[in-house]
């Protein structure tokens, strides 16, 4: 290899350690933004000024900015701070919720159930429409898999 081509890649180097080191505010937000569940679009427009761009192009930095490994890092780190801090998971919530099931079992209650049920859906997003305005149908699913797991 070239002189030339190995100082090159040297201060590549160089220049990618110190990048991994101190992000811009920037960058930050836009790790920021992906660590709390944005899209990588959407962080990429709340963290830059994308007002004239185009989607392609924002989706394009987005993706390769996510790619970078300083970026990747920090995002993964964020989100490790996230879940330390995260009182109660949704796990637990299913877990009470559960328990919940089976107590309106116990005291023969189908109205508590139905709000249980109806709250769990909710949770995991089987009360959305599709673009015709349909209720998914796997709610019943869900009913009956809750209701089986709440059984002796």
């Known amino acids: 290899m070239p002189r030339n081509q190995q100082k090159a890649q040297k201060q590549d180097s160089r220049r990618e ?12 937000a836009f790790c920021d933004g992906v660590a709390n569940g944005k899209t990588l679009r959407d962080a990429y427009r ?5 007002v004239t761009a185009k989607d392609a192009t924002i989706n ?6 996510h790619l970078r490994g300083d970026i990747g890092a920090r995002i993964d780190e964020i989100k490790g701070e996230l879940r330390k801090k995260t009182l109660w998971t949704r796990e637990q919530s299913v877990k009470v919720l559960v328990k919940a099931v089976k107590l309106g079992i116990e ?14 859906n909710k949770m995991h997003g089987f009360d959305t ?21 709440s059984k002796p």
Do not use: F, W
């Open 17 to 28: 350690h110190n990048m991994a080191a101190k992000l811009t505010g920037k960058q930050e």
């Open 46 to 50: 709340d963290a830059y000024d994308c």
């Open 60 to 65: 394009n930095k987005a993706h390769a900015m």
């Open 107 to 120: 005291q023969e209650n189908p109205t508590a159930i139905a709000a249980v049920v109806d709250r769990l």
């Open 129 to 149: 429409k599709d673009e015709e305005g349909k209720v998914d149908n796997s709610i019943t699913k869900v009913q009956i898999e809750v209701i089986n797991a």
